[in-house]
């Protein structure tokens, strides 16, 4: 009986300690600024949406969530297709010297570097290609990141996958690729997708390299732009709590929908 | 019946087109990884050995900017605020991490929720939680003043504060990542065979001798996994700071990749920057095989 008053306890305030930051943040973005600063309410007394209402009219908040989504999501796509065929080439050829292996490790000790290593040298290549502040200065950047970790999560995949079907699918007349479309690719599906939602979320979240190489609206994706936000409005808590509503919202949202297949990749793999 | 046995042997071994087939589906892939990461890998290493002004390069100057680092005061400061923040986030989340796991191993109602409930903090992104941190420590509109003025005290001043802030920056960090540790070591947990527990609880063993002989030592391979995949991450974290305190208040809060950031977009000092970040990247290299290295021994023994 004691043991599950415990559990019940703990339970109640793992859950608070988790939940209490994000409460305050939903229910600051629903107060006036005025009610905020002078009355200290610890809920909203006058509920009002007119925080997010402005950050949308006079924020450039349509033009952050646009950019989000289409950086993202080239990124992402192109990633997983050159990455889907780079892991299937290193988990199933033997090339000479060993080069898939070599080359399967050399991307992962790319993974290991911070990205903030290459921050310089990437600002400097998109200032001479003129690609600062566009969509395909970004797309190209995370396009790589991203390259470098479906390579080696698909690789982990693919090598659960049997080879008997592939083989038996070329004696019954395909080519190498075609097998490895219509049968490996498929069986990889699941694989496939946890890989994809994980990028998904580490490229929308990405913040460093958004911030180095966007200024404008033009291309500057939702967390950068909500940082921005921050910078000019050092007091304006309310409008602060409502980019941080919209900042997460669609994130957390995408993340409970499949956090089935997420902890894989939030895992590095530790976890199968 | 020859003739097929030919053909399907020469058709898996390959031949033509297929000859070619791992070079043709690697290239995409590695052509992008060689011109947007290699390429500026190989530059930045240039760059860390030129000095620069107003963004170009104007000499060479060898190793300079390496040797400079070590008597840089800011540098180095930055450095023991970073292995501060990193030792003492990452220990706090492993023991905590460690505790839940332990405690969510046996199945009871509400373990579900809050295992959902525990993977908001990780998902959210990085700059929305030290907003999240922002909104509970001011000082005028703060939960820890409402509250503190709800209990009939004062205001409470969290960022303002050297130590503070710093503290405050380690529960930031504890809050986003206790649960990855939680959700590693919990799977690890899962994992163990059965039998050893058995055999204890009939040999009649107390839960501390338990956990002392035999989860702890069968979980440490896991628990070092966890904490190394940590430690790597912490040393790179920038964009919860740079929202939360920037650095301040003085240099209390100012990880090593904040100083990195200033110095190279702030100060323009593009060649020094690129020696500190090269400096990093060796920093946790050495890091990331000394581990790898580490956990083949325990594997081994």
Known sequence: MSTRLARILTTIFVLAVVLLPI????????????????????????PTLDNYVRLFTEKQFGSYLTNSVVVTFFSVAIALVFGAMGAYAIARFRLPFAAERKIGLFLLTLRIIPPVVILIPVYLLMLSLGLLDSWLGLIATYTAFNITFCVWMMESFFREIPVDLEEAAMVDGDSRFGAFRRITLPLAAPGLAATAIFAVLVTFNEFLFALALTATPRAMTMPRGTATLIGRIDTDWASMAAAGVIGALPIVFFALLVQRHLVRGLTMGAVK | MQNG???RKYRLQGAGLDLALPYLMLAPGLTVVLGVLVYPLWDGLRASTRAYRYGSPVADV???????LWSDAQFLNSLWVTVKFVA??????????FALALFCLRE?????????VLIIPMVITPVVVAILFRLIYASDAGMLTALSVAMGGGGVQILGNPLNAFIGLVVLDVWEWTPLMFLILLAGLQSLPHEPFEAARVDGAGSWRVFA??????????????????????FGTFDQVFVLTRGGPGEAT?????????????????????????????VVLALAFSAIRLLRRIDAS
């Open chain 2, 62 to 68: 060898g190793f300079h900017n390496y040797v400079q």
């Open chain 2, 254 to 282: 100012r990880l090593i990749s904040i100083y990195g950031y200033d110095t190279a977009f702030k100060f323009q000092q593009t060649g020094y920057a690129a020696a500190l970040f090269v400096t990093i990247g060796l």
């Open chain 1, 23 to 46: 409460y305050w943040l939903v229910s600051t973005s629903l107060k006036s600024n005025r009610e905020i600063t002078q009355e200290g309410t610890l809920y909203p007394h006058v």
């Open chain 2, 213 to 234: 002989d035999l989860t702890f030592p069968m979980m440490r391979p896991v628990l070092a996994i966890a904490i190394v995949l940590r430690t790597i991450d912490a």
């Open chain 2, 5 to 7: 046995m030919q053909a």
């Open chain 2, 88 to 97: 003492l986030s990452v220990s706090i989340e492993a023991v905590l991490g």
């Open chain 2, 108 to 116: 009871f109602r509400g373990i579900r929720l809050l295992r959902t």
